[in-house]
Each structure stands twice: as C-alpha cells, then as structure tokens.
C-alpha cells in the first residue's frame, strides 16, 4: 500500500483561535467569491419514501437558488450507539435532475447573479446532532467517539442549563444548536456565549419557523435577539430546517431576514456563505486530518507511480466531501472527466491504522523508485486534461474564493493556450502534475531539462513556471501582476519586472538529489546559488534585495537528478518587504497543489498562502516566478517571517507564488517546502484562514531535503511527527532570520 | 436634490415548489394577486403601522406571468422590511410560493436592464421547459411585455 501523507501542520491553540476568528473586512470581491451553504437540511431515517423525495427536492430547490452546499442533519436523543454511524445517503446528480430536468440552465442563470462561478461544485455534508440532557451524554461527544467521526459536522442541542454550560465551554461540537422556536429550558448568559466564541463553536438560528408559522416567529425573535446581540454578530451560521421546500429560501432573502433579528447585513452575508465555510473547512480538517497534521491517502495498488499526483493532489481541495461533490456536467462541459474525477477521488484513511505499517525509519516519501506515497494516482494528464485540471482547480480555487487566483488561472489558461506545442511537451515531458494556476509553460528549452526529471521524482509537484526568457515579455503581458522571475542559465537572472515587483516571490529551486539532501548541503546550495544569481533579484524595484532570485542558480547546477524544488523561503523574506504589505495569498498554488506528502504548517502567518513547489523537472533549468498578482501582491516578507517561526519540521521554502490576498487581510497560507533527507515529505503550509479565502493551502511535497524552513524562526513547536528523523537538521538555521515585520495580517 | 429615495426589486416568483415537474400553472400572478400577497404579509408582520408607512411608495410595477418575473418598487428606508415581508410570503391564493431577489437598485433605469436581462433569460428556461408546445401567443405576450418594461418610469 502506498500512502501519501499530507502532513498539515497544526497551529498552535491560540493562533489557530486567532486565525479563525480573524475577519477580514468585507470585501465585495472576497464575498462573491463565497459559496452559499444550508447547513441543516433535515434527514430523518423513518418512512424513507416520502422522505427521499422531500429531500431531494429540497436538495434541488437549494441548488437552483444558487448554494453551494448543503448539509443533511440528522438528530439523535439518548445514548450513542453504534447504530447511529452515519448512513446518511447522499443524493446524486442523476436523481436531481429527474426532478427537474432544466435544472442546470436554472442554477446557472442564479449562480450567475449571485455572482457564484458557475462550475462550483455543490457539496453535500452530513451533521449529526445529538440532543444532550444528561451530563453523560454530553460526555459522549468528545473527540475520540468513533460514532462521531463518520459524521462531517456535529452539533450539540443543549436542553438544559448544565448542558448548555458544558456545550460551550468543554464540548468538542462545531455547532451549538438552539430550537429558538419554542421557549428555551436555559437562559442565555454573556460569559459562556463568549467562552463558545472563543472556542470557534457557532452557534446556528434557523429559519424555517420564521417563514411557516405567525407564533413561531414571534419565538424566534424574541429568543434569538439576545443571542445575537451577545454574539454581537459573529460565530452565527444561519441554517434552515425546512421540512418542506416552501420553507426554503434564497441565500441573500435569508440574510435579510436575520435583519430583523438584529444582525447587520454584512454579518448575516457572512453568516450564510462566510462562516460556513470556515465550519466546513475545519471540520473536515479535524476529520481527516489525525491530530489536525497528517493526513494519509491510500494509493489505489495498481497504479503507476511514475503517474503525477496530478489533479489529485494540485486539486486539492479542503471542504471537499468525498464523494459529496456534485459537478454539474453541463456546466462543467470543459472539464475533463479525470479531472473531475480527480476531487472526488480522495479517501483518506484512518491514521491511527496506518501507523503501525508504517515503516521505521519513518516515511519514505520518495523512493526512487518506488514512487511516493501518493494519493490517488492520475494518469498523467492529457494535454487537455491539463488545461481542464487548470480550469478545474481554478474553478474550486475561486469557489473556494479566492477570486485571485480565478483570475489568474484564467488569465494563465488563456496565456497557456497560447503557448505554442512545447508548452504541452513540457507538460507531457515533465510529468507535470497539475499545473496550478501559476504555472506557465517552458519554453522549449526547457523541455530538455524536463526531459531530465527523473520519472521517479514523484514527491514534488509542482512545476514551477518558467520559462523565462522567451515568456518574459509574455508574461508581463499577459499577467501583469506575475512576477515573473526567471533565471536563465546562460544569461544568469533576469531582472525583475519591476512593474511587478509589488509582490514578493521567491521561487527557489534547488533540485537535488532526495536522498542526498539535508539541511546542510541545502543550505550550501543555497549559498552556492547566491553568489550565481544574478543581479536579478536586486534589480527588483521595492528592494527586494536578497530576493534571491536564487533561481537562477539552478540552472547552473545542472541537476539532473533533480528534483527537489526548494523555494527558499527565507530568501525571499529576507527580502525588505513594505511594511504595508499586504498580506497576501500566493496563487501559486492554491488548493489546487498539494503534492504529496504534505507537511502543513498552519501557522501563521497569514499572510498569503505561499506555496513552494517542488520542482522536479523543472528546475533544473529555469525557474520562473510566478506571482499571480490579484489585488496586491504584498511581500512575503512577513510571511516569511512567519513561516520561519513556524513549525520545526516546515521547510519552509520558497513561497512560491503569493496571492494577493484580497484587500482583507485573510490569512493566507503558507506552503513551506519541507525538506527531510529521505523522505520526501510534502510540506504543505496551510494556512486556513476561516473564511475560506484561505483555502490555498498548499501543499507541497518537499522533495527536497534542504530545510530552509528551518532557519526560520520557529515560532511554536509543535508536535513533532515521529518519524522525521532529521529532525535536528529542520533546526538548523541557515540563514540569519531577519526578522523584518511583524506578522501583517490585519485583524480586521 | 433628490430627497427622497426609492428601491426598485426584481424578484422571481416560484410557484408551488413542491410539485411535481411539468404539470400546468396552479396560479396565474397578476399584478393584483401580487400586491394583496405583500400588503397581506406586511399587515401581519409589521401591523397597521408598518403598513401605512410602507404603502406610500410601494407599487407593483411590473408582473410577467409566463416568466414569472416582477419589479416592485419602495422606498429606501423601507425596503429591507418590505423585503422580508416578500420573503415571508408563504401562498398567493392557496398555491405557495418562494420569492427570490435576484436584483436591487436605485435607480428605474438599472432596474429595467436588470429586469430586461432576467427577463429573456427566464423566457429561455421557459422555452426549454415547455419544449415543442410554445405557443405564438406566448412569445408575442414576452414581447409586449419586454416593451413594458422598457417603458417603465418611476
């Protein structure tokens, strides 16, 4: 069995609590990006007949109103039993759209004006719950209850005083559920609402009863008011609990409604579409990921793994619901079959099983031969496939808004298209896994180079962008806001745009040997490449100085072992940044990468999502920067102050590509390139951020051993995963951490 | 200066969610039916009082019963209210209803290309729904209406 472990690096508490609270000011531009979603469409498991169609129905009408997810709740009293595991049946698209065969021409025409792209794809979830009357049965809801965890969501109905107390402050819920609609058996008070706050628990107002029934209504209100009014607001999702479809209403109605509960307009947008997502996404963090760090894919046997990881892995993406995920085959007419496949493909494995196969020495991502530990293998992408995968993961990119990133995938897919055949031989040649949308197409001489990847080289993923000569004017072009940075062996680095060099970017290649790689020869190399790079990266306007353009050295050595792409990080922090910098979210790579194994750090920073990729083929020449620039493209630097001080075993290399991150301070992720010799473990920087524009995480199979990451400051220490052996290397701190800025996320 | 300040909604009007695919139209809406549905809504809910206030500046402009689309207008510093009393609508003649806003502005001008839009794109669903039975007097009924909104003034 192969397995691919996307490590995700835990925040420490108090950060996380920090990140997840954090709100963004409202952007119009970060709200469209939103999905809408009805967390708490009934489900009960008597008659299922007339329950099967009422659902679907309902599941209809919510689609054709623009959601893009839903939730099936189904609510237990009494003790757990292992009977009540999750047996939810989710509704497929054929069954949707017996009910109403124009449906996709009716939930594209309201997408369009909710200003939803069109390709999102609807999600299903299912929620549990449990009515707690007794202090036992609220004990049963901790985290380790087996029952619970074949549930995406779960959520607690306190009905009594004790209850409530314990739900709020101890509880390990998602969502705290209050039937508003009769009288309530406890009283509200200010300091467990805010003790829930402060956990991340949400508390959810429905609002079917408003819509059905005069004296319901009048309940509601009365009760919900002083809810709202504590919460001031925020930590509230708005679900209904339509038995029926009459009850059920469009997302922006919903939000108006809540008005006259006391809740703004903004905070009740956001309660719909916002604060959803962030529930979502950590949900299915804590679910699939053990200990919110690692999580493992079991790799089909009798898959190539010579394959890329491809759209699997560069698609990730962090709210998906397995087999949930409903894409709209008319709408998605452009993507791929694979590629859709590809989201739904993931099934991760219960961690705690696959610890004990594991072997000893840890996990050897990347064998030479033996092909990583990827997730689901995909046949290498077609030409076509490529580009659909691009689409596809900008698609989810944007839905999962980060509308940046949409943009710039776009703007990178038309650039691609116009790339002339090599662009594809590269593809094809350097087994290039999804391109995320970063990615630009090498020229043809970099198809040689490619042609050097080692087939073996699995882990990275990743391709950096790069060809920069010929491109470069393209690029300027076509993406003006790319930085593109690119390092030509021959002619040494080029400089910068400077038009672009708002952002920062720091690409770093370093393609070594996997094996062979540690964090000090890594650091070496890095100083080896110093000297070499050219006076790109001073050339950089902002004064970027040390920005290391590093790429450039990689052309140099001619690694043809290649493979590990490290993104020096650090080099690129080192850089001065702005101080005002923004925050901002690589695009790189976005959802869509996540070579595997992953090592997350979700630390930090929320800057911007940074995303170092791996490069196999592709550095041993060029290395190109990418920086999709959406709004602003801050510097990194923060950020890379920030992932220094992440987690010891972030390698955190090269931030890859940043995206702006909307003018919000969203938190971004970082992607540091997580370097172990021998193992190839993915670092995968997440940083997510709870309103979802985070969604980038990235996650990068750091082939490369060189752990830059290292010489950031580590800021917390967390849980060091067993089986890193080199642990003590990932301390080493090649570089003197400059630690420039304090972290610039703002909270808003 | 313009003192005083309207907010004109589109709104898509659909009829008896529950049903079963392609069967016939339970109702036929009318700007009538329409205006008695809100006025009903707002009486409940925000009482004699809220009513009055709200009836000054709230007309039914524009009601398309083959595409199911209307236009209301209100004032500005009503129109969340009369917006959730429209959602709040639960039948108009025994057969229940959704409302959906698909669009809000100030301005009758925007609201008319808004309208114009949804309009024709409705008329397409419809199209697709009804398949080979369009009759001519249908078309001709969108096209007179489309110059209805066209000429709608505040």
């Known amino acids: 069995m192969i397995y691919v472990l996307n490590l995700h690096k835990p925040f420490s508490k108090t950060l996380r609590n920090q990140l997840q609270n954090f709100e963004p000011p409202l952007s119009s531009v970060l709200q469209r990006a939103m999905g809408f979603f009805d967390l708490g469409i009934p489900y009960t498991d008597l008659p299922p007949l007339p329950d099967r169609s009422t659902r679907a129905k309902l599941v209809t009408k919510a689609l054709e109103l623009g959601y893009a997810g839903v939730a099936y709740n189904r609510t237990i009293k009494g003790v757990m039993s292992d009977r009540d595991r999750c047996s939810i049946p989710l509704l497929t698209l054929p069954s949707l759209l017996k009910l109403s065969p124009h449906l996709t021409s009716s939930v594209a025409f ?12 609807f999600r299903q979830y299912t929620r549990l719950t449990v009515c707690a009357e007794t202090p036992a049965q609220a004990q049963a809801l901790n985290y380790g209850n087996p029952v619970l965890k074949t549930y995406d969501l779960v959520a607690v109905k306190p009905m009594n005083q004790s209850a409530f107390e314990q739900a709020c402050e101890k509880l390990e819920v998602d969502i705290i559920a209050i039937d508003f609609s009769e009288s309530l058996p406890f009283r509200l008070k200010q300091h467990l609402v805010k003790a829930a706050m ?14 059905a029934d005069v004296r319901t209504r009048r309940q509601i209100i009365t009760n919900a008011k002083l809810l709202v009014d504590w919460t001031r607001g925020r930590n509230i999702i708005i679900s209904s609990a339509a038995p029926t479809a009459n009850e059920f209403r469009g997302p922006y109605d919903v939000a108006n409604l809540m008005s006259l509960l006391g809740l703004s307009v903004e905070r009740a947008k956001a309660a719909v579409s916002r604060n959803c997502r962030t529930l979502i996404s950590n949900a299915m963090r804590k679910k699939h990921y053990h200990k919110e760090a690692i999580r493992v894919e079991v790799l089909p046997s009798g898959q190539e793994i010579d394959k890329p990881w491809s759209s699997d892995s560069f698609n990730w993406d962090p709210i998906s619901s397995g087999e949930g995920d409903l894409l709209l085959d008319d709408l998605a007419k452009a993507f791929s079959n694979s590629s859709t496949k590809a989201t739904k493909t993931v099934k991760s494995t219960n961690f705690a099983s696959v610890v004990d196969s594991m072997p000893s ?3 050897q991502v990347k064998d030479d031969k033996s092909g990583p530990s990827v997730g689901v293998a995909h046949a290498l992408p077609t030409q076509k496939n490529i580009f659909s995968n691009l689409q596809l993961s900008a698609q989810s990119i944007a839905a999962d808004g980060v509308q940046e990133q949409f943009v710039l995938c776009d703007t990178l897919l038309k650039r691609q298209r116009f790339k002339s055949e090599h662009s594809q031989k590269w593809y094809a040649a350097c087994d290039t896994k999804a391109v995320n949308n970063v990615v630009e197409i090498e020229d043809p001489a970099m198809d040689t180079r490619a042609g050097a990847n080692s087939p073996d080289e ?4 990743t391709i950096e962008i790069l060809n920069a000569q010929s491109q470069k004017s393209d690029v300027a072009n076509a993406i003006n806001e790319v930085m593109d940075i690119e390092i030509c062996a021959s002619t040494g680095a080029e400089p910068m745009n400077s038009a672009e060099s708002m952002g920062i970017k720091t690409e770093i290649y370093d393609v070594q040997l996997l094996n062979s790689v540690t964090a000090e020869t890594f650091r ?3 100083e080896i490449e110093a000297p070499i790079t050219t006076g790109a990266e001073t050339k950089n306007p902002d004064g970027i100085d040390g920005f290391a353009t590093e790429i450039q050295n990689v052309q140099q050595r001619s690694m043809t072992d290649c493979q590990l792409n490290v993104h020096a990080v650090d080099i690129g922090l080192s850089v001065a940044c702005n101080p005002d910098s923004e925050v901002e979210v690589p695009t790189n790579y976005q959802d869509s990468e996540i070579p595997c194994p992953h090592y997350e750090e979700t630390d930090s920073v929320n800057i911007g999502d940074t995303q170092s990729d791996l490069v196999d083929a592709i550095l041993t020449g060029k290395e190109k920067e990418f920086l999709p620039l959406g709004s602003v493209l801050d510097n990194s630097i923060p950020e890379m102050d920030e992932l220094r001080e992440s987690e010891d075993d972030a390698v955190a290399l090269a931030l890859s590509s940043q995206v702006p991150v909307l003018d919000s301070n969203d938190e971004m992720t970082v992607n540091d390139d997580f370097s172990v010799a021998n193992h190839g473990t993915a670092v995968v920087i997440r940083d997510e951020q709870e309103h979802g524009k985070a969604d980038g995480s990235l996650s990068y199979s750091a082939l490369v051993q060189s ?3 290292k010489s950031k400051a580590r800021r917390k220490k967390p849980h060091q995963v067993g089986f890193l052996p080199l642990k003590r290397l990932l301390y080493a701190t090649p570089f003197k951490k400059v630690q420039k800025s304090k972290r610039r996320h703002k909270k808003a | 200066m313009v003192g005083f300040k309207n907010r004109y909604m589109t709104l898509e009007v659909i009829l008896d969610p529950n049903k079963e695919i392609a069967k016939k139209d339970p109702v036929i809406i009318t700007t009538y039916n329409v205006t008695k549905a809100i006025k009903d809504s707002i009486l409940v809910n925000f009482g004699e009082c809220g009513l009055a206030s709200s009836l000054g500046s709230l007309q039914v402009k524009y009601v398309n019963k083959i595409t199911r689309l209307c236009i209301i207008r209100s004032s500005r510093e009503d129109h969340q209210k009369v917006w959730s009393a429209i959602t709040m609508v639960r039948s108009i003649a025994d057969c ?5 806003m698909l669009d809000l502005s100030g301005s009758i001008r925007a609201c008319k290309t808004a309208a114009l839009k949804c309009d024709e794109l409705k008329f397409e669903q419809h199209k697709l729904v009804v398949g080979s039975n369009l009759s001519a007097q249908d078309t001709q009924e969108m096209q007179s209406n489309l110059e209805l909104i066209k000429r709608l003034e505040h």
């Open chain 2, 96 to 100: 229940p209803v959704i409302f959906t």
């Open chain 1, 110 to 121: 309201h997408r369009d004006l909710l200003s939803v792209p069109r390709a999102t794809p």
């Open chain 1, 361 to 363: 020495l840890g996990f």
């Open chain 1, 707 to 709: 752990d830059l990451g």
């Open chain 1, 524 to 526: 070496d190399a890095m």
């Open chain 1, 458 to 461: 699995t882990d990275a993923i």
């Open chain 1, 198 to 211: 402060e956990r991340n628990v949400y508390f959810e107002i429905t609002y079917a009863g408003f819509i």
